[in-house]
């Protein structure tokens, strides 16, 4: 098998404080190729955490630590401060969750977008304002040009959303990281927003880290699911065999959200074992 | 029985030019021990018409009955005894600097509730708290913990309505369906009324009999849940809405 794209090894987290310190991610290690990984969990879990620790968005008094931690073997956990500057928007973009507070709001989305992508290729305003009009086109953007004028707050939350998506993408990065791109967004409008990710990094043969609270969600977009749970893998496996699953906490947070089509009287509450806390982190590496 | 009734209800916000509409024309009744749903997308108005009817909205046209008293730009005492309301973010709706005890014992007092401190043991062991989360804060509970509270601070009044504005949305999926289990105990034991704004189908469909559509402002259609189910919608709008929910469960 090729080189995969990021490569992590016994990843730990840990925050100190008064009391003591906080292990919020806990030996995690997995693989990314050219597909689509899910890493789903409650808020706690560590998997946003586990997504900024690959940009090294860790500051003191966080402490990253892990056996290996490489970008298409390049080693990034002991990379310079400089170079990760290089890395971060060029081959490793990621998107966050809400884009009223992710979008700087005294720059047009235009100033913003081309600002990006200049951060990162040599390219004249011209041609990056071009290159920007085309990419707000290609995430379903009615009448870019009026659009790269416009501030953020005169966009709806979807449309805040795609410009993010069209922003991260500009510079070409191998690996996109998704972290709950779409949970401030509504149903009808998450789905159009999913289906221009999905689309885009099918396209460029992308890398994508979609973080996510929703299991059913993942399961649709994902190709292959890490489950977190206290900082650990509890389980992964294909997002096809996810109705297979067989860890008691994926199965708890699968029929605890209520279905539509299939009506329960009681929904199941999730019990949760002491001892998926102390069981080693599974490995997701391929 | 009718515990709430609602006709050609207007609410606006601004004036002249500035003026929207965020709620129009609405009309509906909620019977009395009923669950009544409200759905949309934001800012379809859907938590406007809870506002609107515990007077947290000044501008408004149409008449509101509820529990057979007609509301008019003062609510009586008796109304906030009656009617209460459970807002979105457990996180933002309670004081930071306040015990669970202070929370919950200023409403009693308000409402001139005697015996508060048996009242207090009582609230918290229903909304499945128990008594040693009396004296915490609200940064000593977890989301789940925080809108159990709220819970109990809105039946502390002994309401017979309760008004829900998305009270799962700010929590996970797990601890969301143990809220919904509680609120459906609740409803079964006390014979509460709920209207319950989501913007998940999901959740609706799961508490709700009867679930009125928004879109804009307006009522776009109201059906039971078994049609909804079915997914026998006959407004476009709400075939919409409901095959994105659909797709996103897949």
Known sequence: MSQPLIDVENLWVRFGGRSGVFDAVRGVSFTLGQERLGIVGESGSGKSITGRALLRLIQPPGIVEADQMALQGEDILHASEARMRQLRGGRISMIMQDPKFSLNPVMSVGQQMTEALRAHESVSKSQARIQTIKMLDEVAIRDPERVFDLYPHEVSGGMGQRIMIAMMLLPNPEILIADEP????????????????????????????????????????????????????????????????????????????????????RLDVLKRDPAWRDAPSVSARQ | MTAISVQNLNVWFGVGAARSDAVLDVSFDVAKGEIFGLVGE?????????????????????????????LGKKRSQAFFGNVQMVFQDPYASLHPRHTVDRVLSEVMQLHGIKDVDDRIAQLLDDVGLGASFRFRYPHQLSGGQRQRVAIARALAPTPTI?????????????????????????????????????????????????????????????????????????????KHLLESSVQSVG
């Open chain 1, 182 to 265: 779409t949970s401030a967004l509504d149903v009808s409008v998450q789905i159009q927003v999913l289906d221009i990710m999905d689309k885009l990094v099918r396209d460029r043969g992308m890398g994508l880290i979609f973080i996510s609270h929703d299991l059913n969600l993942v399961a649709k977009f994902c190709d292959r699911i890490v489950i977190m749970y206290a900082g650990r893998i509890v389980e992964t496996c294909k997002a096809s065999e996810l109705r297979q699953a067989k860890h008691p906490y994926t199965l708890g947070l699968l029929n605890s959200v209520p279905n539509l089509e299939y009506p329960r009287d």
């Open chain 2, 162 to 238: 309760l008004l829900l504005d998305e009270p799962t949305s700010a929590l996970d999926v797990s601890v969301q369906a143990e809220i919904l289990n509680l609120l459906a105990d609740l409803q079964r034991d006390q014979g509460l009324t709920y209207i319950m704004v989501s913007h998940d189908l999901g959740v609706v469909g799961h508490l709700c009999k009867r679930i009125a559509v928004m879109n804009n402002g307006e009522f776009v259609e109201v059906l039971g849940v078994d049609a909804m189910r079915r997914l026998e919608a006959s407004h476009p709008y709400t």
């Open chain 2, 42 to 70: 934001s800012g379809s108005g859907k938590s406007t018409i809870l506002r609107a009817l515990v007077g947290l909205v000044p501008t408004w046209s149409g008449t509101m009955q509820v529990a057979g008293e007609t």
